[in-house]
Each structure stands twice: as C-alpha cells, then as structure tokens.
C-alpha cells in the first residue's frame, strides 16, 4: 500500500456541515493533511451520497449553485476515482466475507482499489482490517498520538 488514504461521505460532509463544529474542525485537518500530501481519495460513490445528504438530510440543506462549487474544490482537493466494472466485483466478494451492505462494500473495494492503507469513516468497524492492507479508522475516535498526526499510514 501506497499510504494513501480513502475517505467516506460522512467526513466530507462533515467538511461543509458547520453543525457539530468537532466534528467540522477535524474533518478539515484531515482535509489540509490530505492536500499536504496528495494522498486523500474519494470515489464517484462518495460524491454522490455528499450531494444527497448535504441537499437534502442535514439541518440547513445547501443550494444546488453552492453544491456545485463544492463538488469542484473536492475535485481539486482529492483525487476521485470513477466506480468500474471491477470495483462493482470486488465489492460483492467484500459483502460476502466480511457482511457489510453492498454501499459500504463499495466504498472499501474502492479503497482497495486505488491502493489506500487507511479508510476513515465514523460508520464501519473501526480497528478492522480488511484483506490484511486496508485499516477502517473512525477519525472521531482516534488516539492522542494518532491525533497529532490524522493522516498515519500506519495500517
């Protein structure tokens, strides 16, 4: 694995959603570490669901202009990764060894895929290791140490 790192939707929800302003604060160091070291992926997936949930499900939903801006600065800030064929196929075998839904095997076989060490989400099992290269971490459970330095690769 590359160091890379993969992060879900809730994280950069999270990043325009000054709601839990904790949660705000951290998910933009992840961000800034991210563009310090070119290594921050989402997915087409990722994207996707940002669009829904911040249009839609949080207290004050963004204007559909204000979205568009939004989606154009994650693509200058991450690298987005396209769901393929092969992403779909990897996803199933995730679904079945380790039983999570299908969306959130999505999101790991991405991960997988575009050779990230680290996957941080608040919504999966946080400690686990999937195919010995891929570590979930929730980033709002973190350690200390690992506080001081958000984006390890340390897997």
């Given at each position: 694995?590359?160091g890379?790192?993969?992060?879900?939707?809730?994280?950069?929800?999270?990043?325009?959603?000054?709601?839990?302003?904790i949660?705000?604060?951290s998910?933009?160091?992840?961000?800034?570490?991210?563009?310090?070291?070119?290594n921050?992926?989402?997915?087409?997936?990722?994207?996707?669901?940002?669009?829904?949930?911040i249009?839609?499900?949080?207290?004050?939903?963004?204007?559909?202009?204000?979205i568009?801006?939004?989606?154009?600065?994650?693509?200058?800030?991450?690298?987005?990764?396209?769901?393929?064929?092969l992403?779909?196929?990897?996803s199933?075998?995730?679904k079945?060894?380790?039983?999570?839904?299908?969306?959130?095997?999505?999101?790991i076989?991405?991960?997988?895929?575009?050779?990230?060490?680290i996957?941080?989400?608040?919504?999966?099992?946080?400690?686990?290791?999937i195919?010995?290269?891929?570590?979930?971490v929730?980033?709002?459970?973190i350690?200390?140490?690992?506080?001081?330095?958000?984006i390890?690769?340390?897997a």
């Open positions: 694995m590359k890379n790192v993969f992060l879900d939707t809730n994280i950069i929800v999270y990043l325009f959603d000054k709601t839990d302003a949660k705000h604060a998910a933009k160091l992840f961000i800034q570490e991210c563009l310090k070291k070119h921050g992926h989402i997915s087409t997936q990722v994207v996707n669901e940002f669009v829904v949930v249009s839609e499900k949080i207290k004050n939903p963004i204007p559909f202009e204000e568009n801006k939004r989606i154009t600065s994650l693509s200058n800030m991450l690298i987005i990764s396209p769901l393929v064929f992403t779909c196929k990897k199933i075998e995730i079945q060894r380790y039983k999570y839904s299908y969306w959130d095997s999505l999101i076989s991405s991960a997988l895929l575009n050779e990230c060490s996957l941080y989400t608040e919504d999966m099992h946080g400690g686990q290791v195919d010995g290269k891929l570590k979930i929730n980033p709002f459970k350690t200390q140490s690992e506080r001081k330095s958000p390890s690769t340390q």
